[in-house]
Protein backbone atom coordinates (compact mmCIF):
# COMPACT_ATOMS: atom_id res chain seq x y z
CA UNK A 1 0.00 0.00 0.00
CA UNK A 2 1.08 3.14 -1.15
CA UNK A 3 1.40 5.65 2.21
CA UNK A 4 1.02 9.51 1.11
CA UNK A 5 2.72 12.56 2.67
CA UNK A 6 -1.13 13.73 4.04
CA UNK A 7 -1.25 10.19 5.18
CA UNK A 8 1.98 9.93 6.95
CA UNK A 9 0.65 13.04 8.69
CA UNK A 10 -2.90 11.64 9.88
CA UNK A 11 -1.04 9.10 11.51
CA UNK A 12 0.99 10.02 13.40
CA UNK A 13 -1.63 12.20 14.75
CA UNK A 14 -3.17 9.66 15.68
CA UNK A 15 -0.65 7.99 17.04
CA UNK A 16 0.02 11.24 19.21
CA UNK A 17 -2.98 11.89 19.92
CA UNK A 18 -5.18 9.11 21.06
CA UNK A 19 -2.62 5.89 21.79
CA UNK A 20 -2.10 5.32 25.24
CA UNK A 21 1.26 4.69 26.52
CA UNK A 22 -0.03 3.21 29.39
CA UNK A 23 -2.66 2.46 31.65
CA UNK A 24 -2.95 3.83 35.43
CA UNK A 25 -4.21 3.29 38.30
CA UNK A 26 -7.94 3.82 38.74
CA UNK A 27 -7.44 5.93 42.30
CA UNK A 28 -4.78 8.53 40.67
CA UNK A 29 -7.48 11.81 39.74
CA UNK A 30 -5.13 14.28 37.66
CA UNK A 31 -6.42 18.10 37.68
CA UNK A 32 -8.40 17.77 34.56
CA UNK A 33 -10.56 15.20 35.34
CA UNK A 34 -12.17 17.06 38.12
CA UNK A 35 -14.59 18.67 36.20
CA UNK A 36 -16.85 19.79 38.53
CA UNK A 37 -14.20 21.91 40.54
CA UNK A 38 -13.31 23.00 37.03
CA UNK A 39 -16.71 24.34 36.10
CA UNK A 40 -17.23 26.40 39.26
CA UNK A 41 -14.22 28.10 38.80
CA UNK A 42 -14.97 29.02 34.93
CA UNK A 43 -18.67 29.00 34.31
CA UNK A 44 -19.61 32.77 33.37
CA UNK A 45 -15.91 33.37 32.54
CA UNK A 46 -14.48 33.39 29.05
CA UNK A 47 -11.60 31.01 28.63
CA UNK A 48 -8.16 30.35 26.81
CA UNK A 49 -6.96 27.23 27.15
CA UNK A 50 -3.16 26.54 27.23
CA UNK A 51 -3.18 23.05 26.27
CA UNK A 52 -1.85 20.42 23.26
CA UNK A 53 -2.21 16.83 22.54
CA UNK A 54 -1.32 15.79 26.26
CA UNK A 55 -4.62 17.32 27.55
CA UNK A 56 -6.39 14.06 27.85
CA UNK A 57 -8.88 12.84 30.21
CA UNK A 58 -7.01 9.64 29.81
CA UNK A 59 -10.63 7.47 31.75
CA UNK A 60 -12.79 9.27 29.21
CA UNK A 61 -10.51 9.21 26.46
CA UNK A 62 -11.45 12.96 25.43
CA UNK A 63 -9.37 16.08 25.50
CA UNK A 64 -10.04 18.95 27.90
CA UNK A 65 -11.01 21.38 24.63
CA UNK A 66 -13.64 18.79 23.96
CA UNK A 67 -14.99 18.28 27.27
CA UNK A 68 -15.05 22.03 28.60
CA UNK A 69 -16.57 23.45 25.47
CA UNK A 70 -19.47 20.25 26.07
CA UNK A 71 -20.05 21.38 29.68
CA UNK A 72 -21.19 24.73 28.10
CA UNK A 73 -17.59 26.93 29.24
CA UNK A 74 -16.41 29.56 27.35
CA UNK A 75 -13.53 28.70 25.39
CA UNK A 76 -12.53 31.60 23.34
CA UNK A 77 -9.05 30.81 22.20
CA UNK A 78 -6.35 28.30 22.44
CA UNK A 79 -2.44 28.92 23.02
CA UNK A 80 -0.40 26.33 21.46
CA UNK A 81 3.32 25.61 22.62
CA UNK A 82 5.78 23.65 20.49
CA UNK A 83 4.86 21.32 18.63
CA UNK A 84 1.06 22.77 18.23
CA UNK A 85 -2.01 21.85 19.56
CA UNK A 86 -2.14 18.72 18.14
CA UNK A 87 1.51 17.57 19.09
CA UNK A 88 1.84 16.73 15.33
CA UNK A 89 4.76 19.60 14.50
CA UNK A 90 8.02 18.55 13.97
CA UNK A 91 10.67 19.81 16.89
CA UNK A 92 11.79 23.37 16.14
CA UNK A 93 9.01 23.38 13.98
CA UNK A 94 7.34 27.09 13.51
CA UNK A 95 3.80 27.00 14.74
CA UNK A 96 1.04 29.18 12.94
CA UNK A 97 -1.80 31.19 14.26
CA UNK A 98 -5.04 29.37 12.58
CA UNK A 99 -8.55 27.74 13.67
CA UNK A 100 -9.98 24.33 14.97
CA UNK A 101 -11.38 23.18 12.20
CA UNK A 102 -14.38 21.80 14.17
CA UNK A 103 -15.30 24.43 16.35
CA UNK A 104 -13.84 27.70 14.91
CA UNK A 105 -12.05 28.18 18.25
CA UNK A 106 -8.93 30.77 17.48
CA UNK A 107 -5.58 28.67 17.90
CA UNK A 108 -2.30 31.50 18.58
CA UNK A 109 1.14 30.51 18.80
CA UNK A 110 2.99 31.15 21.74
CA UNK A 111 6.24 28.94 20.38
CA UNK A 112 8.83 30.84 17.81
CA UNK A 113 8.83 34.52 17.31
CA UNK A 114 6.04 35.22 20.32
CA UNK A 115 6.70 33.38 23.50
CA UNK A 116 3.75 34.37 25.46
CA UNK A 117 0.10 35.63 24.47
CA UNK A 118 -0.02 39.53 23.37
CA UNK A 119 -1.73 41.99 25.30
CA UNK A 120 -4.40 41.94 22.69
CA UNK A 121 -4.98 38.39 22.82
CA UNK A 122 -5.87 38.56 26.63
CA UNK A 123 -7.86 41.62 26.19
CA UNK A 124 -11.02 39.90 26.10
CA UNK A 125 -10.13 37.07 28.51
CA UNK A 126 -11.21 36.53 31.90
CA UNK A 127 -8.85 33.86 32.84
CA UNK A 128 -5.89 31.50 31.15
CA UNK A 129 -5.77 27.87 31.90
CA UNK A 130 -2.65 25.62 31.74
CA UNK A 131 -3.26 21.99 31.08
CA UNK A 132 -0.24 20.40 29.63
CA UNK A 133 1.68 17.71 30.50
CA UNK A 134 5.23 17.99 31.80
CA UNK A 135 8.35 15.31 31.45
CA UNK A 136 10.54 16.85 34.21
CA UNK A 137 13.38 17.78 32.39
CA UNK A 138 14.18 21.84 32.17
CA UNK A 139 15.23 21.77 28.88
CA UNK A 140 11.69 20.21 27.58
CA UNK A 141 10.14 23.28 26.31
CA UNK A 142 6.42 23.38 28.22
CA UNK A 143 7.44 24.47 31.11
CA UNK A 144 9.28 27.34 29.24
CA UNK A 145 5.94 28.25 27.82
CA UNK A 146 4.74 27.83 31.49
CA UNK A 147 7.04 30.87 32.96
CA UNK A 148 6.22 32.95 29.91
CA UNK A 149 1.92 32.61 30.11
CA UNK A 150 2.49 33.06 33.66
CA UNK A 151 4.48 36.49 32.93
CA UNK A 152 1.81 37.61 30.47
CA UNK A 153 -1.13 37.05 33.26
CA UNK A 154 1.02 38.98 35.80
CA UNK A 155 1.35 41.79 33.30
CA UNK A 156 -2.19 42.05 32.03
CA UNK A 157 -3.47 40.98 35.42
CA UNK A 158 -5.15 37.64 34.62
CA UNK A 159 -5.84 34.71 36.71
CA UNK A 160 -3.92 31.45 35.73
CA UNK A 161 -5.83 28.05 36.33
CA UNK A 162 -3.46 24.97 36.45
CA UNK A 163 -4.56 21.34 36.33
CA UNK A 164 -2.02 20.10 37.74
CA UNK A 165 -0.50 16.36 36.20
CA UNK A 166 2.44 13.81 38.21
CA UNK A 167 5.59 14.37 36.93
CA UNK A 168 7.33 11.60 35.14
CA UNK A 169 10.54 11.69 35.90
CA UNK A 170 10.27 12.82 39.30
CA UNK A 171 14.20 13.36 40.95
CA UNK A 172 15.88 15.83 41.63
CA UNK A 173 19.42 15.58 40.19
CA UNK A 174 22.12 17.40 37.31
CA UNK A 175 23.49 20.89 37.27
CA UNK A 176 21.80 23.80 37.95
CA UNK A 177 21.38 26.25 35.27
CA UNK A 178 23.10 29.50 36.32
CA UNK A 179 22.56 33.07 34.49
CA UNK A 180 24.81 33.18 31.47
CA UNK A 181 23.13 30.13 30.32
CA UNK A 182 19.40 31.11 30.57
CA UNK A 183 17.27 30.60 27.38
CA UNK A 184 14.46 28.63 26.13
CA UNK A 185 15.43 25.40 27.05
CA UNK A 186 16.53 26.58 30.79
CA UNK A 187 14.53 29.82 31.96
CA UNK A 188 14.72 29.48 35.72
CA UNK A 189 18.20 28.34 37.72
CA UNK A 190 16.44 25.00 38.81
CA UNK A 191 18.41 21.85 38.06
CA UNK A 192 17.66 19.40 34.98
CA UNK A 193 15.75 17.18 36.89
CA UNK A 194 13.56 19.32 39.42
CA UNK A 195 11.21 16.93 41.04
CA UNK A 196 7.97 18.97 41.03
CA UNK A 197 4.95 18.93 39.23
CA UNK A 198 4.43 21.58 37.08
CA UNK A 199 1.77 23.39 39.89
CA UNK A 200 4.43 23.06 42.31
CA UNK A 201 7.02 24.56 39.82
CA UNK A 202 4.10 27.65 39.22
CA UNK A 203 4.63 28.20 42.59
CA UNK A 204 8.02 28.16 43.21
CA UNK A 205 8.39 30.86 40.00
CA UNK A 206 5.92 33.25 41.86
CA UNK A 207 7.21 32.84 45.34
CA UNK A 208 10.95 33.65 44.52
CA UNK A 209 10.43 35.95 42.09
CA UNK A 210 11.64 34.42 39.05
CA UNK A 211 8.88 36.41 36.34
CA UNK A 212 10.93 39.22 34.69
CA UNK A 213 7.92 41.75 34.64
CA UNK A 214 5.52 43.85 37.18
CA UNK A 215 4.17 42.32 38.89
CA UNK A 216 6.64 38.97 39.52
CA UNK A 217 4.25 37.20 40.40
CA UNK A 218 0.71 36.25 38.86
CA UNK A 219 -2.78 35.35 40.95
CA UNK A 220 -2.41 31.35 40.47
CA UNK A 221 -4.88 28.33 41.27
CA UNK A 222 -3.65 24.75 41.46
CA UNK A 223 -6.14 22.09 40.53
CA UNK A 224 -4.00 19.25 42.28
CA UNK A 225 -3.98 15.82 41.64
CA UNK A 226 -5.54 13.30 43.91
CA UNK A 227 -3.91 10.00 45.24
CA UNK A 228 -0.48 11.02 44.06
CA UNK A 229 2.74 11.48 45.91
CA UNK A 230 6.46 12.02 45.02
CA UNK A 231 7.96 9.10 43.56
CA UNK A 232 5.05 7.21 42.85
CA UNK A 233 5.57 6.34 38.87
CA UNK A 234 4.12 8.31 36.32
CA UNK A 235 3.50 6.82 32.46
CA UNK A 236 2.07 9.28 30.20
CA UNK A 237 -1.58 8.34 28.37
CA UNK A 238 -0.14 9.74 25.03
CA UNK A 239 3.36 10.84 23.53
CA UNK A 240 4.35 14.20 25.21
CA UNK A 241 5.79 14.96 21.61
CA UNK A 242 6.59 13.09 18.27
CA UNK A 243 10.05 12.17 19.25
CA UNK A 244 9.40 10.78 22.90
CA UNK A 245 6.88 7.58 21.64
CA UNK A 246 7.58 5.48 24.37
CA UNK A 247 7.71 5.62 28.41
CA UNK A 248 11.27 4.31 28.35
CA UNK A 249 11.88 6.99 25.89
CA UNK A 250 10.62 9.44 28.13
CA UNK A 251 12.79 8.22 30.77
CA UNK A 252 16.05 7.91 29.23
CA UNK A 253 15.57 11.59 27.80
CA UNK A 254 17.03 13.61 30.61
CA UNK A 255 20.10 11.48 30.34
CA UNK A 256 20.69 11.33 26.57
CA UNK A 257 19.10 15.19 25.43
CA UNK A 258 22.52 16.61 25.97
CA UNK A 259 23.73 14.51 22.83
CA UNK A 260 21.69 16.74 20.91
CA UNK A 261 24.95 18.89 21.01
CA UNK A 262 27.31 16.15 19.79
CA UNK A 263 28.26 14.53 16.45
CA UNK A 264 26.25 11.44 17.93
CA UNK A 265 22.61 10.47 16.93
CA UNK A 266 20.05 9.90 19.01
CA UNK A 267 18.11 8.18 16.96
CA UNK A 268 15.67 10.72 15.58
CA UNK A 269 14.51 9.83 12.02
CA UNK A 270 14.18 6.29 13.71
CA UNK A 271 10.81 4.59 14.99
CA UNK A 272 12.74 4.35 18.10
CA UNK A 273 14.81 8.04 18.86
CA UNK A 274 16.12 8.71 22.65
CA UNK A 275 16.41 5.21 22.92
CA UNK A 276 19.44 4.49 21.01
CA UNK A 277 22.96 6.37 20.07
CA UNK A 278 24.71 6.19 17.15
CA UNK A 279 27.52 7.76 14.77
CA UNK A 280 28.94 6.49 11.23
CA UNK A 281 31.78 4.96 12.71
CA UNK A 282 32.10 0.68 13.29
CA UNK A 283 33.74 1.70 16.42
CA UNK A 284 31.30 3.16 18.34
CA UNK A 285 29.55 0.05 19.36
CA UNK A 286 27.97 -3.06 17.19
CA UNK A 287 24.11 -1.91 17.04
CA UNK A 288 23.67 0.23 13.93
CA UNK A 289 20.54 2.08 12.26
CA UNK A 290 20.02 4.68 9.47
CA UNK A 291 18.15 7.88 10.45
CA UNK A 292 15.72 8.87 7.66
CA UNK A 293 13.14 12.20 7.08
CA UNK A 294 10.05 11.09 8.81
CA UNK A 295 7.01 13.67 8.21
CA UNK A 296 5.63 15.18 11.36
CA UNK A 297 8.90 12.90 13.26
CA UNK A 298 11.94 14.53 12.29
CA UNK A 299 13.19 16.61 9.03
CA UNK A 300 16.52 16.18 8.07
CA UNK A 301 17.75 14.20 11.26
CA UNK A 302 21.43 14.54 12.17
CA UNK A 303 23.75 11.71 10.14
CA UNK A 304 20.23 11.15 7.45
CA UNK A 305 20.79 8.61 5.38
CA UNK A 306 23.70 7.22 6.83
CA UNK A 307 24.14 3.99 9.05
CA UNK A 308 25.10 4.57 12.48
CA UNK A 309 26.81 2.61 14.91
CA UNK A 310 26.67 2.48 18.59
CA UNK A 311 24.06 1.08 21.66
CA UNK A 312 20.64 0.13 21.57
CA UNK A 313 18.99 0.92 24.72
CA UNK A 314 15.64 0.01 24.16
CA UNK A 315 15.99 -3.06 26.62
CA UNK A 316 18.26 -1.60 28.62
CA UNK A 317 16.48 -1.70 32.69
CA UNK A 318 16.65 1.70 33.39
CA UNK A 319 14.21 3.08 36.34
CA UNK A 320 14.62 6.93 35.61
CA UNK A 321 16.85 9.83 36.36
CA UNK A 322 20.17 11.46 35.28
CA UNK A 323 23.11 9.15 34.03
CA UNK A 324 25.96 10.41 32.68
CA UNK A 325 27.24 6.98 31.68
CA UNK A 326 26.40 7.02 28.39
CA UNK A 327 27.91 10.59 27.94
CA UNK A 328 31.45 9.84 28.77
CA UNK A 329 30.99 6.18 27.47
CA UNK A 330 30.27 7.91 24.12
CA UNK A 331 33.06 10.81 24.32
CA UNK A 332 35.61 7.82 24.89
CA UNK A 333 34.72 5.86 21.90
CA UNK A 334 35.38 8.92 20.09
CA UNK A 335 39.47 8.25 20.64
CA UNK A 336 41.04 10.51 18.45
CA UNK A 337 38.16 12.46 17.04
CA UNK A 338 37.16 13.81 20.97
CA UNK A 339 37.85 17.51 19.60
CA UNK A 340 35.27 17.18 17.19
CA UNK A 341 32.77 15.26 19.76
CA UNK A 342 31.02 18.73 20.87
CA UNK A 343 29.84 19.86 17.24
CA UNK A 344 27.82 22.42 18.85
CA UNK A 345 29.04 23.33 22.01
CA UNK A 346 26.86 26.30 22.69
CA UNK A 347 23.89 24.38 22.31
CA UNK A 348 25.53 21.66 24.91
CA UNK A 349 26.22 24.42 27.49
CA UNK A 350 22.32 25.69 27.20
CA UNK A 351 21.09 22.09 27.68
CA UNK A 352 23.53 21.61 30.55
CA UNK A 353 22.96 25.17 31.84
CA UNK A 354 26.66 25.80 32.47
CA UNK A 355 29.78 25.50 30.30
CA UNK A 356 31.46 23.12 33.30
CA UNK A 357 29.87 19.96 32.21
CA UNK A 358 31.14 20.37 28.65
CA UNK A 359 34.45 21.17 29.99
CA UNK A 360 34.42 18.50 32.58
CA UNK A 361 33.94 15.75 30.10
CA UNK A 362 37.11 16.81 28.26
CA UNK A 363 39.48 16.95 31.47
CA UNK A 364 37.98 13.12 31.64
CA UNK A 365 36.59 13.88 35.47
CA UNK A 366 34.69 10.76 36.53
CA UNK A 367 30.81 10.51 36.75
CA UNK A 368 31.38 10.37 40.84
CA UNK A 369 33.46 13.65 40.26
CA UNK A 370 31.25 15.91 38.19
CA UNK A 371 28.39 14.68 40.79
CA UNK A 372 30.05 16.05 43.26
CA UNK A 373 30.77 19.62 42.14
CA UNK A 374 26.31 19.81 41.57
CA UNK A 375 25.96 18.94 45.50
CA UNK A 376 26.16 22.68 46.60
CA UNK A 377 24.01 24.19 44.29
CA UNK A 378 21.20 20.72 44.33
CA UNK A 379 21.41 21.18 48.15
CA UNK A 380 20.20 24.94 47.92
CA UNK A 381 17.71 24.18 45.37
CA UNK A 382 16.31 21.57 47.50
CA UNK A 383 15.52 23.85 50.47
CA UNK A 384 13.71 26.00 48.28
CA UNK A 385 11.63 22.76 46.30
CA UNK A 386 10.37 22.04 49.87
CA UNK A 387 8.76 25.37 50.44
CA UNK A 388 6.21 24.51 47.39
CA UNK A 389 5.43 21.31 47.70
CA UNK A 390 2.02 20.27 47.41
CA UNK A 391 2.32 16.57 47.59
CA UNK A 392 3.64 14.12 50.54
CA UNK A 393 7.60 14.45 49.28
CA UNK A 394 9.81 11.36 48.35
CA UNK A 395 9.42 8.32 50.42
CA UNK A 396 12.89 7.15 49.82
CA UNK A 397 16.66 8.90 49.94
CA UNK A 398 17.28 7.41 46.53
CA UNK A 399 15.23 9.75 44.92
CA UNK A 400 16.53 13.09 46.56
Known sequence: MRITFF?????????????????????????????????????????????????????????VFDVLLAKGIN????????????????????????K???????????????????????????????????????FFTYISTLHYV?????????????????????????????????????????PVLYGLSVGELAQMINGEHWLKTTPDSCSLTVIKIKNWKHGDPYWLPVKPSPNLPTDHAIRLYPSLCFFEGTTISVGRGTFFPFEVLGYP??????????????????????????????MDLRELPFKGGLDLHFLLEMYQRSGKNKALF???????????????LRLQIIRELSEKEIRKSWQPDLNAFKKIRKKYLLYPDYPSPIHK
Open 7 to 63: SSILISFLLCSFSPIHSQSTTLQIGAEQIDTIQSLLKGKRVGLVVNQTSILEKQKKH
Open 75 to 98: VCCVFAPEHGFRGNAAPGAPIDDT
Open 100 to 138: DIKTGVPIYSIYGKHKKPSPEQLANLDIIVYDIQDVGAR
Open 150 to 190: MEACAENHKPLLILDRPNPNDFVDGPVCDEKHRSFVGVDPI
Open 281 to 310: DPCFGSFSFTPTTMPGYSTHPLHQDELCYG
Open 342 to 356: FSRPQWFDLLAGTKQ
